[in-house]
Antibody, heavy 122, light 107 residues
Framework: QVQLVQSGAEVKKPGASVKVSCKASGYTFTGYYMHWVRQAPGQGLEWMGWINPNSGGTNYAQKFQGRVTMTRDTSISTAYMELSRLRSDDTAVYYC???????????????WGQGTLVTVSS | SSELTQDPAVSVALGQTVRITCQGDSLRSYYASWYQQKPGQAPVLVIYGKNNRPSGIPDRFSGSSSGNTASLTITGAQAEDEADYYCNSRDSSGSRVFGGGTKLTVL
């Protein structure tokens, strides 16, 4: 079955960087864009950007440009999201999600990874 | 600020019908997709496209759209449907955007 498995929880100090991994299985990794979404405690979902696993091309939300880097390793079907210069308000659960698009059905995210809690605290 | 607007909270009596709405200009041109999120869990896709349900989603969930408003309807709400619901679509720049979410309470 299609599955995304993310790396474990992280605790970081302000100013540090964090790199979260997302390992895909059950489908052709290079065939679908991978998006990253985060959710601060008690808040809604916030879109961060995507990576095209085939080409490595990326598109980041303006809010995160200059601080986020999305990469992939096709040999192990894994996508990565690195966020730098962490602040306390970056404390959130970070999700990866496979993106599907159809001219007939529109587009959607399915499935989602289980989430990775990143805590930024001094 | 989000370009997709949802009511923060909605309630429904057990077994009754509830509609959760999502408003935004991009919805005039693009479909919304809908996600259910229960506490401590990752979001789950419930509706995509005009009105499509992934395998495993009960048929009491349906979607519709009119003008700048997309709707998720639960016909015969069950206790297990109590959750947060989020819509998603493109924004004006072609990136993705989520609605602020609607907390559904089943009474």
């Amino acid at each position: 079955q299609v599955q995304l498995v993310q790396s474990g929880a992280e605790v970081k100090k302000p100013g540090a960087s964090v790199k979260v991994s997302c390992k895909a299985s059950g489908y052709t990794f290079t065939g679908y864009y991978m998006h990253w979404v985060r959710q601060a405690p008690g808040q809604g979902l916030e879109w961060m950007g995507w990576i095209n696993p085939n080409s490595g091309g990326t598109n980041y939300a303006q809010k995160f440009q200059g601080r986020v880097t999305m990469t992939r390793d096709t040999s192990i079907s894994t996508a990565y999201m690195e966020l730098s210069r962490l602040r306390s308000d970056d404390t959130a659960v970070y999700y990866c999600a496979r993106f599907l698009s159809s001219s007939w059905y529109g587009d959607w995210f399915d499935p989602w990874g289980q989430g990775t809690l990143v805590t930024v605290s001094s | 600020s989000s370009e997709l607007t949802q009511d923060p909270a909605v309630s429904v009596a057990l077994g009754q019908t509830v509609r959760i709405t999502c408003q935004g200009d991009s919805l005039r041109s693009y479909y919304a997709s809908w996600y259910q999120q229960k506490p401590g869990q990752a979001p789950v896709l419930v509706i995509y496209g005009k009105n499509n349900r992934p395998s495993g989603i009960p048929d009491r969930f349906s979607g519709s759209s009119s003008g700048n408003t997309a709707s998720l309807t639960i016909t015969g709400a069950q206790a297990e449907d109590e959750a947060d619901y989020y819509c998603n679509s493109r924004d004006s720049s072609g990136s993705r955007v989520f609605g602020g979410g609607t907390k559904l309470t089943v009474l």
